[in-house]
């Protein structure tokens, strides 16, 4: 009898635990970590909202494997309207909130302060007191992604929690007042608000305008006999560069914690934009020998002396961060995270990946900033 009792409760608890699988939500799903947070938090059986901003031409390019799964809803919306905002917080009731809307090209923030500040620093904002207000606060986990920006012009490296923040970027400046008010609503009204730091991750989605991906697609031309050259900007400075769908596991396992808490994910080794491009090219059988100096550098294909890399000052930065460097010792210790993928692992995936795209003619055509 009581062995029929404890079997007809592990069933109620078990249909129930079917039958609702937890919520979430991401703003900024069609961005590079949209898909891929979305395709793993399906993958934990998660019903996943993501939020999509109206566009002139289609943004769900990546989203494209993941729109017939019938737990991935999408819902047209923007942080920089909060009744819309709360609106959907309100519908959907979610468990989980993931911010990774943002204006998020360094380069492009110091064209556009005001509005990288509006959706970057205030649409975080937004987003916390639509939690807040929607009577649901203390059941709803908020995660920020929070940047290595912040660090900047870093006094000490590598760079933990406990760093000191100097950023070098509207972009930077933005997130840093984001990061901030995140752990404000944290400490004043006791949410579950927390922020991962996170270096900069790459991946075959990555956005064709930062330099790791028009790198590997330049490669993948110039190797395919599409294209002759690739222009830079300062290809000395370093960084910790990760894969993605390393980095959206973190995000993930920082809301699973019994408290809120901000995390570094780094992988903790550095690289020149340099050494991408002498990585990048090697994938293809191609050695650079480099020539000249500033401006004048060339890197020329060292078979057949054709100049395959030059310099344009138009990529320069008015204010440049050299070297990013992080230690995620707190998220190993903590979150049990790891990064999986090396340097030589992530290069070799993305320009394979984009010599496939090029020769299925998957690869759109646009301009590089
Ligand atoms: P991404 O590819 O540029 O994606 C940004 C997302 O934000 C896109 O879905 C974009 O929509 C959306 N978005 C932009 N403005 C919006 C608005 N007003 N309302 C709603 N959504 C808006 O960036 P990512 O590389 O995936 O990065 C994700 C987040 O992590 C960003 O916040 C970024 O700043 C931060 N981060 C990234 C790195 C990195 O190395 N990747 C490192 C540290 C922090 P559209 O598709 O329509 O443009
Ligand atoms: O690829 P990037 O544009 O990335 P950046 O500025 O480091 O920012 C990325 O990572 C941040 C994490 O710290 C994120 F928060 C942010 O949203 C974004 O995802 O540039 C990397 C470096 C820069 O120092 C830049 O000056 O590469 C240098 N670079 C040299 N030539 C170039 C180029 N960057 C770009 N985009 N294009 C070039 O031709």
Redesign the pocket.
Known sequence: MKQKRSLLLFLIVSTCLIASPKKAII????????SYLAEFLLEQNYEVHG???R?SSS?MQRLSHLTKNERFFIHH????DISNIAFLIKEINPDEIYN?????NVQVSFDTAEYTAN??AL?TLRILEAILKSGNAKAIRFYQ?????MFGKAQEGPQSEQSHFHPRSPYGVA?LYAHWITKNYRESYNMFACSGI?????SPL??KNFVTRKITRAVAKIHLGEDKILSLGNMDVRRDWGY?KDYVKAMWLTLQQDAPDDYVIATGESHSVREFVEQAFQEVGISIQWEGTGVDEVGRNATTGKIIVAIDPKYFRPAEIATTHGDAAKAKRVLCWKNTTSFKELVAIMVHADIQNIQNKTDKKEVIQ
């Open positions: 703003f900024g799903v069609t961005g590079q970590d949209g939020i999509r901003r566009t943004n919306g923007d942080v920089s990774l809307a943002a204006q998020s959706i970057n649409g992604a929070s940047s290595s920006e997130k996170l270096f900069n991750h790459e990555r956005g993605a």
